[in-house]
């Protein structure tokens, strides 16, 4: 089941934190900072096409914006998409 606007927005915050988190300790940019920033523009915008993810430095930054999108089209659950970053 696709995820409903509170839903999202929770997520939102629960993912913003844990950017802001890593951002504090690291000056240069991570692979899960990448999938972290990208997740949270694919949420912010409610994309759900796999099309829509731009091309990226990274393997896990990737693989946390394709979870992402699941997690918008309700294959994947929020539990899932937290866990993996």
Do not use: F, H, W
Not at 4 to 14: C, P
Not at 19 to 26: D, E, G, K
């Amino acid at each position: 089941m696709k995820p409903s606007e509170n839903q999202i927005q929770r997520t939102i915050t629960l993912l913003d934190k844990k950017l802001l988190s890593l951002q504090a300790r690291n000056t240069e940019e991570t692979p899960l900072q990448e999938g972290l920033q990208e997740a949270l523009s694919i949420l912010l915008d409610g994309r759900t096409s796999y099309a829509s993810i731009p091309s990226m430095k990274s393997r896990q930054g990737r693989a946390i914006a394709l979870l992402t999108i699941d997690y918008m089209n309700g294959v994947c659950e929020q539990s899932t998409l937290l866990k993996a970053t």
